[in-house]
């Protein structure tokens, strides 16, 4: 779906506000509709299962910009 990491864990520190999020994974997609393909693929969907079993997460999709 041409997905890519662009921040996977690493130390997180709040500047403002009182979110303490312990950890932070952020994908990059060519396009939201990539994005979205991806999210309810069947390739995604034993990983994404595992994911929602084992944690608590939050998860949104949000339209870049061009540079």
Do not use: H, N
Request: proline share 4%; aromatic share 12%; net charge neutral.
């Amino acid at each position: 779906f041409g997905g890519k990491f662009i921040v996977r864990g690493g130390k997180a520190e709040t500047l403002e506000g009182d979110w303490q999020p312990e950890r932070i994974v952020v994908l990059e997609f060519p396009s939201l509709e990539k994005a979205k393909q991806w999210w309810s693929s069947e390739e995604y969907a034993p990983a994404k299962k595992i994911r929602q079993a084992t944690a608590s997460t939050k998860m949104i999709v949000i339209e870049g910009f061009e540079a």
